[in-house]
């Protein structure tokens, strides 16, 4: 089985009912996006396919065609992408586990919307549970990364 | 009575506990300097100082850190102690948590279990804080808890910092041929300004490395601090928002194989039948093996991928045991109030004559209520695991884990391999909040090594095991009663409480074959050592006879203690006809850090200010952990439901070590409080626990959370913790703002089942 991720082939022997996230994280050692809950419910997992986020403990790894982004594949050229540097200028992470996928949600929130409310923060970020209680400082930095991403940086 | 009676009528509890622990090492005295467990694993040019510091001749400099990084940013600030005595920034130094060692013992985890309030400095109470602190480090008692790592490192890794700067200084002094006072350190490197010479901590770390340690060291003084007192950049912050494998779940080693458990949902129960057969014949799986440990039963999979092991844990056709608890939570929470209704109670607190005060009370003098709280999973972002390898007679762990101590001495007890043959490796931690103070995840993953032919195997727990197979917050009961005076202030106030005993339950994982039966203090932790002066003032503690594994959860009883006490206090004001915040500072006004944090908060959140139709503020004060924390919170009547708007946090923990992590963790202890508050339960059926996933134990999400406003103060003469003193206030804030909103006084958690949150 082929899979796309972060712009390289990964070549894995996956029954294609196994979970994308398993597949990524025990066949193929891509273990920025981790295991939360299993049922779609903490965004822990989440990764884009196609630039949509998505659960990847929750869907099987035989449909996820497409091209796969992860944490692991959104910096270039050994620069931070915008919402890593406003998550690192915001200090927002604590356990960090969750961050993965906050920041996951948090890209395809901008790709989106290039300069989101508060209303459209709440609607894109709910399916990311975070038990440090960093929402305060995740609204911060992306309202922050906004801004860095329209000046460019 | 005298107040030495009256404390040693309580149990010194913790102390008891630790001591009956440290009966099993035996051989450690107080007095023996524990060995640098950094001298047996130096690498090439890399000269060690103490258990703090490394560093090598290429200029790498590695403070340990030994505490579990479990979200708090303790890396971070107890790297700061050493790199400000070390005069080095943070981004200099690189930072790991180092080996399981007596070495790291953890001194102020013990040192208030003698159950003095924290105000008092008397003689007998210091003297007792530090016979228990001596106990932690008899034992060297490694661990992570009761928000005690700052206070613990304070002295000690500044120390280790200031004496390896000296040996460095002294180190160069004597390669370049000068007296040492003529020399200064300058961010890693070590200046002779009159002949323009330097040498840095690398160039002259061998050296140094083989002086002798200095007897004493001068530590800098607060007003010259570099680093402490200002917010830090977290050293962990990158990798956080890199997606780096520093998680035990992301753990990888060579030739490594992947597991799951599968335990008894019924406590205390073993399978009375069970076929594997189906499991066992599931591609990818290749070895199932039964577990039984003090824990409890069960099976584990090793598997060749988590999924596989998952799925061979699921069709593990077993039928479990009976409960030996009440099977609901109904029969539950019966025992419990009847326990606290009419169970045999120790006064924790007995001030005045209580009984006298309530026998001539007129009756629309006095408030009666009961209040409840249920259960609670810690439920911890990163589902518990661990890796283990057993091979050519080693034992290596890879834990996230908040004890590595005992961490390495249960799974080498459990494995037959001696103690000097264990190694655990702790991983930073994806949430803890005490429940990776637990051995379980640990054993097992070393029991499934022990049937993997010297492979590695990561064990990695479903969010349903999790869940179903926990610790939990004790679920709590009480009856309270006040008369109220004249004024509207309280003349007397009785409280009995009833918990489960938390020492009990842990004695019973962690020691089995030692007795238990001692008070717990954590039942009233929270009511009976508030900074209140009430003439009459009672609070008692009665065991809950139940055996539901419970444990250390964030703020342990304050959880439960800061909701009762504070959320009856406002039923007090309002019986009075008193204003809450003014009646705190009636009952406060001997304790000028506790009302000045009143009257911060009250300032900040401009309490008694006319608000909108359809919002109002609560407020509830908790002191835990040695801080007086103050929240007001405002919430408002929406078609969706109540909305947190805004709330409001003063808190003062005497001296303020990194302002931007205080912040940080004062917010994080109160989401984590009012997400337990508004919709958290662990309820049984059968004798199970019924929720399983965070589709029915949820907690607060981006949506629902207020906007924050944090003062810290540093008026009391002694450091309190910041984990946890966030979350006690947080629910009885909620809950007398709900009062204040809509009438309902809510007396019993959590609240989502009497109102609907937007």
């Not at chain 2, 460095?168 to 002094?173: D, E, G, H, R």
């Amino acid at each position: 089985m082929r899979l796309s991720v972060d712009g390289k082939a990964v070549e894995i022997e996956a029954d294609p009912d196994m979970p994308l996230l398993w597949a990524l994280r025990d066949l193929a050692g891509i273990t920025g996006p981790k295991f939360g809950c299993g049922i779609a419910a903490c965004g822990a997992c989440t990764v884009l396919i196609d630039g949509i986020p998505v659960r990847s403990c929750s869907l099987p790894v035989g449909q996820a065609l497409g091209e796969i982004t992860t944490i692991e594949g959104i910096s270039t050229g050994g620069k931070l992408h915008p919402v890593q540097q406003a998550w690192l200028d915001e200090q927002v992470a604590q356990c960090g586990y969750c961050q993965a996928g906050q920041i996951m949600s948090a890209v395809a929130l901008l790709d989106e919307i290039a300069d989101p409310t508060d209303a459209d923060i709440d609607n894109a970020m709910g399916g990311n549970l975070c038990r440090c209680g960093t929402y305060p400082r995740i609204r911060a930095a992306i309202h922050k990364a906004a801004a860095l991403k329209q000046a460019g940086a | 009575m005298g107040r030495v009676a009256k404390i040693a009528r309580r149990t010194f509890l913790i102390g008891a506990a630790v001591v009956a622990g440290g009966a099993a090492f035996g051989y450690w005295t107080y007095r023996r300097p524990y060995p640098n467990p950094l001298e047996d694993d130096l690498a090439e040019g890399e000269a060690t100082f103490n258990p703090f510091v490394k560093i090598a001749s290429d200029n790498t400099i590695t403070v340990i850190a030994p505490r579990a990084e479990m979200g708090q940013g303790i890396s971070t600030t107890l790297a700061a102690f050493v790199a400000e005595e070390l005069d080095v920034t943070l981004d200099k130094v690189t930072v790991e948590h180092g080996p399981a060692s007596y070495a790291y013992y953890n001194a102020v985890i013990t040192e208030e279990g003698g159950g003095f309030y924290f105000w008092d400095d008397s003689r007998v109470a210091e003297a007792v804080r530090s016979v228990l602190g001596g106990v932690a480090k008899v034992m060297g008692l490694q661990g992570t808890g009761g928000s005690t790592s700052t206070r613990d490192g304070y002295d000690r890794m500044r120390q280790a910092g200031a004496a390896a700067r000296m040996m460095l200084v002294a180190a160069a002094a004597a390669r370049l041929g000068v007296r040492p006072d003529e020399l200064e350190t300058d961010n890693g490197t070590i200046v002779h300004r009159a002949s323009s010479r330097s040498v840095t901590y690398g160039e002259v770390a061998i050296d140094a490395g083989k002086l002798d340690v200095p007897d004493a060291v001068t530590l800098r003084d607060k007003a010259q601090w570099k680093l402490l007192g200002k917010p830090q950049p977290r050293v962990d912050m990158l990798a956080k928002v890199t997606g780096a494998p520093i998680f035990g779940i992301d753990v990888t080693q060579p030739d490594m194989l992947f597991g799951t458990v599968r335990m008894s949902p019924v406590f205390g129960a073993r399978p009375v039948r069970s076929d594997l057969s189906k499991a066992e014949a599931m591609p990818g799986v290749m070895k199932i093996v039964p577990i039984e440990t003090s824990y409890g039963s069960g099976f584990g999979v090793i598997a060749q991928n988590t999924w596989a092991a998952f799925k061979a844990a699921e069709a593990i056709d077993v039928e479990w045991g009976k409960p030996s608890n009440p099977a609901d939570t109904n029969a539950i929470m019966k025992t419990i109030m009847d326990a606290a209704a009419k169970g045999s109670a120790s006064a924790m607190r007995d001030d005045g004559d209580v009984d006298a005060a309530f026998a001539d009370a007129p009756a629309d003098r006095v408030i009666e209520a009961e209040y409840s709280v249920p259960y609670l999973s810690h439920a911890p972002m990163e589902p518990m695991n661990a890796t283990a390898r057993l091979k050519d007679g080693v034992l290596d762990v890879w834990s996230p884990n908040q004890m590595p101590v005992l961490v390495r001495w249960f799974c080498g007890d459990i494995a037959g391999v001696p103690l000097d043959k264990v190694h655990v490796h702790t991983t930073s931690m994806g949430g803890a909040f005490g429940r990776r103070g637990e051995m379980d995840f640990s054993l097992y993953a070393t029991l499934l090594a022990m049937h993997a032919d010297g492979r590695p195997v990561k064990v990695t727990w479903t969010r349903e095991e999790d869940m179903r197979v926990g610790v939990y917050r004790p679920a709590a009961g009480g009856r309270f009663r006040a008369r109220i005076g004249d004024d509207g202030s309280p003349v007397a106030v009785d409280m009995r409480i009833s918990a489960q005993n938390m020492m009990d339950s842990i004695m019973s994982r962690w020691f089995p074959s030692l007795p238990g039966g001692a008070t717990d203090p954590a039942i009233t932790d929270g009511s009976h050592n508030q900074p209140y002066t009430i003439p009459n003032y009672r609070v008692a503690s009665i065991a809950a006879p139940l055996t539901i594994p419970v444990s250390f959860w964030r703020s342990v009883g304050n959880s439960v203690n800061g909701y009762f006490h504070e959320a009856f206090m406002d039923e007090i004001a309002h019986a009075g006809g008193v204003d809450p915040v003014e009646l705190r500072r009636r009952l406060m006004a001997n304790h000028p850090a506790a009302l000045a944090v009143v009257n911060k908060v009250a300032e900040m959140s401009n309490w008694g200010e006319t608000l909108p139709a359809g919002t109002a503020k609560g407020f509830a004060f908790t002191l835990s952990f040695g801080s007086w924390c103050g929240q007001v919170i405002q919430v408002a009547d929406t078609p969706a439901g109540i909305k947190l708007e805004k709330m409001w946090i003063a808190v003062d923990v005497g001296t303020a070590i990194d302002p931007g992590i205080i912040d940080a963790q004062l917010v994080s202890g109160a989401i984590y409080g009012l997400s337990a508050a508004m919709g958290q339960q662990v309820t049984f059926k059968d004798g199970m626990v019924e929720q399983s996933n965070f589709h029915d134990f949820d907690a607060m999400r981006m949506f629902q959370c207020p906007d924050f406003e944090v003062a810290i103060l540093e008026n009391f003469h002694r450091m309190g913790g910041v984990g946890e003193v966030g979350t006690p206030p947080a629910a009885p804030a909620l809950a007398n703002a709900i009062f204040a909103l809509t009438g309902k006084r809510i007396r019993s958690l959590p609240l989502d089942r009497e109102v609907r949150f937007a």
